[in-house]
């Protein structure tokens, strides 16, 4: 009898964060009725296109996530919406829906991503923060600016072994 009490409790727990109104992190997916997860589904998967807010998934989490969201519209099409579920289909949907909900949010292109260390020249430590686009540009342009000196090492370096054969046919 305990045993279920504790799993009526621990799904109204969790069915009642899936509608809090007040949650302290935005839910990227939210299941209700196929119709409205349908038009969910597409809006997240365009999200997940270059350039986007979750161009960031590994190609595995990317997979997970599309696996994830066809295994919760197929238990909302079997019970037609999440009111007509069961108590089991309930918590099965909640629980893939905080995986796809914790692997969106872990990648998405807005989350700030923080550093505790001391700045060059200091040894007092501070925090900084930056956002997780801002990161991948910055380091696309350092990887940019690193290149194009390299490619004007290698040319310096090319044009002075020419110059160094021309002066001296014989070597």
């Not at 007509?84 to 991503?113: H, P, Y």
């Not at 600016?145 to 002075?160: I, K």
């Amino acid at each position: 009898m305990s045993r279920i009490i504790f799993v009526v409790l621990a799904s109204l727990i969790a069915l009642s964060s899936v509608v809090a109104a007040k949650s302290p992190e935005r839910k990227a997916v939210v299941a209700d009725t196929p119709e409205k997860f349908d038009l969910l589904m597409t809006a997240i998967q365009q999200e997940m296109a270059p350039g986007r807010r979750y161009e960031f998934l590994s190609s595995h989490n990317r997979q997970v996530v599309n696996q994830s969201l066809d295994q919760m519209d197929a238990l909302l099409r079997s019970a037609g919406s999440v009111d007509a579920m069961s108590e089991e289909q309930k918590t099965r949907l909640f629980s893939i829906q905080e995986e796809v909900n914790g692997l969106l949010a872990k990648n998405a292109d807005d989350r700030l991503v923080c550093s505790y260390s001391a700045p060059t020249g200091s040894h007092i430590r501070k925090t900084t923060c930056h956002t997780a686009r801002e990161l991948a540009n910055s380091k696309a342009a350092a990887k940019s600016q690193f290149n194009d000196l390299t490619n004007q090492q290698n040319a310096a370096n090319h044009r002075t072994w020419v110059g160094h054969t021309r002066d001296h046919p014989n070597d």
